[in-house]
């Protein structure tokens, strides 16, 4: 059976400094092209029916320093809409909202979780037919990409905030006895 299997970005200087990062278009630090050039040992003997990537360049980047070609541009691979939280940090938020998570409080002006999901769904459906015919990669950003796995096995998008994913990480979801299951989670 064929499976998807997830590709989160190399690192940035913003996701090096633990910063929201979606709409800015930030380039790999030269560990994060090192991280991507890994990828490739990791991905090998692996072939794709579909590569699929994100907008930004960082996952363009990713997959392409990890011997990937793309085959299509996903706006529905972009990064969770961070909004006003845009290139700040969790603990920064939280210091003027106490309690405050991005899995259950979203971010104003950008998405809020049920958003999200919404989004993934839509993704989701769009690469179900896709795995007839063959492994489809998606690669992208740790928060939709958490929301992308929780999703597929039915959890809500908030779900997603008990799957950690680091940069330069594969992870592979599958089937087992016909059900969607994570086979593999923040692998390097």
């Keep these: 059976m064929s499976e998807i299997i997830l590709i989160r970005h190399g690192e940035t200087a913003w996701s090096a400094s633990r910063r929201h990062t979606s709409y800015t278009d930030l380039e790999l630090t030269p560990d994060g092209e090192r991280q991507a050039r890994a ?9 794709f029916a579909r590569v699929l990537a994100s907008p930004r360049r960082r996952a ?9 070609t793309v085959d299509e541009i996903d706006e529905d691979l972009a990064e969770w809409n961070y909004g006003a939280y845009e290139g700040r940090t969790t603990a920064d938020i939280q210091r003027e909202r106490p309690g405050w998570t991005i899995w ?10 049920v958003q ?3 989004r993934v769904d839509r993704l989701l459906t769009r690469v179900a037919p896709l795995l ?20 597929w096995i039915g ?5 997603g905030g008990k799957l950690r994913l680091d940069t330069a ?6 089937h087992e006895h016909g ?8 692998g390097g």
């Design 179 to 186: 059900r969607p299951v994570i086979l593999r989670w923040n």
């Design 155 to 159: 959890l809500p998008a908030s779900g």
């Design 169 to 174: 990480t594969v992870s592979v979801l599958g």
């Design 39 to 47: 990828l490739a040992g990791v991905l090998t003997g692996r072939r």
């Design 104 to 113: 259950t409080d979203g971010c104003p002006g950008g998405e809020s979780p």
């Design 132 to 151: 007839e015919l063959g492994d489809v990669a998606l690669v992208g950003h740790a928060h939709t990409l958490r929301v992308v796995g929780a999703r």
């Design 60 to 68: 363009r980047d990713t997959a392409e320093l990890a011997g990937l």
């Design 116 to 118: 999200l999901g919404t």
